[in-house]
């Protein structure tokens, strides 16, 4: 079955920066596109971006310019997001996604909590 | 960006009951209209994409409905494990919007 496994919670300093990651078994990896989404406490969700592996292709919501980095490791199936410039505004919780046309989640990882503070 | 209303936010219900979410969107998303169940401890789950097209999974006592600006999640005769947070996701344009949610509760 498919499987999406986030690394553990992040407590980061501001101004850092801070790299996730999501593991993916049980599907193609190279063939499908992983979304991350942001949900900010009391907020709903946010669509950061989707990479699609098999080329390094990547497409990013605009209010994300500059703040995430997406990345891909084939040999491991392991999606990466990279968030900079870190401020307590990034203070959320962030979740990996397959999709096999880069518009609808069909599977979601667990989600990754990220708290900035000093 | 389209933005995505949904109501209510917040919906009480008891077993057996059937209920009805809105969701409607800044602008024509054609039917292309994602639904998503959130839920303590478990991934989130796609129960329906393009209005009304159920995954292979969703039971069938959920559907969807609607198009252009206005679209509608429907719930027969709950189950105590349909007691969630849903959310609605448009899937025509980029960048990709949700709906602030709706929290199902037991009456």
């Known amino acids: 079955q498919v499987q999406l496994q986030q690394s553990g919670t992040e407590l980061v300093k501001p101004a850092s920066s801070v790299k996730i990651s999501c593991k993916a078994s049980g599907y193609s990896f190279t063939s499908n596109y992983m979304h991350w989404i942001r949900q900010q406490t009391g907020n709903g969700l946010e669509w950061i971006g989707w990479?699609?592996?098999?080329?390094?292709?990547?497409k990013y919501n605009e209010k994300f310019d500059g703040k995430a980095t997406l990345t891909a490791d084939k040999s491991s199936s392991t999606g990466y997001m990279q968030l900079s410039s870190l401020t307590s505004e990034d203070s959320a919780v962030y979740f990996c996604?397959?999709?096999?046309?880069?518009?609808?989640?069909?599977?979601w990882g667990q989600g990754v909590s990220v708290t900035v503070s000093s | 960006d389209v933005q995505m209303t949904q109501s209510p936010s917040y919906l009480a219900a008891s077993p057996g009951e059937s209920v009805s979410i809105s969701c409607k969107a800044s602008?024509?998303?054609?039917?292309?209209l994602a639904w998503y169940q959130e839920k303590p401890g478990i991934t989130n789950k796609l129960l329906i994409y393009s209005g009304s097209t159920l995954p292979s999974g969703t039971p069938s006592r959920f559907s969807g409905s609607g198009s252009g600006t206005d679209f509608t999640l429907t719930i027969r005769s709950l189950e105590p494990e349909d007691f969630a947070v849903y959310y609605c996701q448009q899937h025509n344009e980029y960048p990709l919007t949700f709906g602030s949610g709706t929290k199902l509760e037991i009456k």
């Open positions: 990479i699609y592996p098999g080329n390094g292709n990547t």
């Open positions: 996604a397959r999709s096999p046309n880069g518009y609808v989640m069909d599977d």
């Open positions: 602008k024509s998303i054609n039917t292309y």
